[in-house]
């Protein structure tokens, strides 16, 4: 599967702060996901936008999709300590495979 | 809905000997699994993708003999790492897609299984 870019690859912020992460991918989606992961768990799903849309919220989740220059960002805002994990996007084609980006290591300090 | 497990959570096992890793999807009928694998501090890495009742599609550059990849069930697949090697260590991630969710490409992760090879 391709790998997309990340960027920051680590992210360090105070509790209350915004978080904005980047993720660029290769080939034309069906969707594109966003994951975190807690270290050396599971993936947790946070929010899906599909080709079509532009921006997303979810709580204090925003995902925003630019199908034209391959990229998505995900801002977390008013951060908390539990949010503090790994981040990750996976843009999703039509056959169904997630490939997903190389993540950004968020630390929440409190 | 929708819950994913796998067994064993961590593996330890000697090299040259064989593990056998289970996915099994709980409350929901799973047509398609996907195997990753994430070496630490690093992304998933799709590894192959099976459907049931088929033989699994691997990505390129993965060595279908030594990923043996059984999906006999709606309910279950198997990941077998033959002849493990310390190389092989890492996070082994399965996913599962259900026929209810055939259109919305949602799938749902396992919490990972932890293979150390000595």
């Known amino acids: 599967s391709q790998q997309g870019e990340e960027d920051p690859q680590a992210l360090s912020i105070q509790e209350g702060e915004n978080a904005t992460m980047n993720c660029s991918y290769k080939?034309?989606?069906?969707?594109l996901q966003w994951y975190r992961q807690n270290s050396g768990r599971g993936l947790v799903h946070l929010i899906l936008?599909?080709?079509?849309?532009r921006e997303k919220h979810s709580g204090r989740l925003r995902v925003t999709l630019d199908t034209s220059k391959k990229s998505s960002s995900l801002l977390i805002t008013a951060s908390r300590a539990a949010d503090t994990a790994s981040y990750f996007c996976?843009?999703?084609?039509?056959?169904?495979?997630?490939?997903f980006g190389a993540g950004t290591t968020v630390t929440v300090r409190a | 809905g929708a819950v994913v497990s796998q067994h064993p959570s961590w593996v330890i096992c000697k090299s040259g000997t064989s593990v056998k890793i289970e996915c099994r999807s709980l409350?929901?009928?799973?047509?398609?699994m996907f195997w990753y694998r994430q070496f630490p501090k690093q992304s998933l890495m799709l590894m192959a993708t099976?459907?049931?009742?088929?033989?699994?599609?691997?990505e390129q550059g993965v060595e279908k003999d030594k990923f043996l990849i059984n999906h006999a069930s709606l309910t279950l697949s198997t990941l077998t790492v033959t002849s493990a090697h310390p190389e092989d260590s890492s996070f082994y991630i399965c996913?599962?897609?259900?026929?209810?969710?055939?259109?919305?490409?949602?799938?749902?992760f396992g919490p990972g299984t932890r293979l150390t090879v000595t």
């Open positions: 996913s599962a897609r259900g026929a209810q969710t055939l259109n919305s490409y949602e799938q749902y």
């Open positions: 080939t034309s989606i069906n969707n």
């Open positions: 936008i599909r080709s079509n849309e």
């Open positions: 996976a843009s999703v084609s039509n056959d169904y495979k997630l490939s």
């Open positions: 409350d929901f009928q799973a047509t398609t």
């Open positions: 099976s459907n049931e009742g088929s033989k699994a599609t691997y």
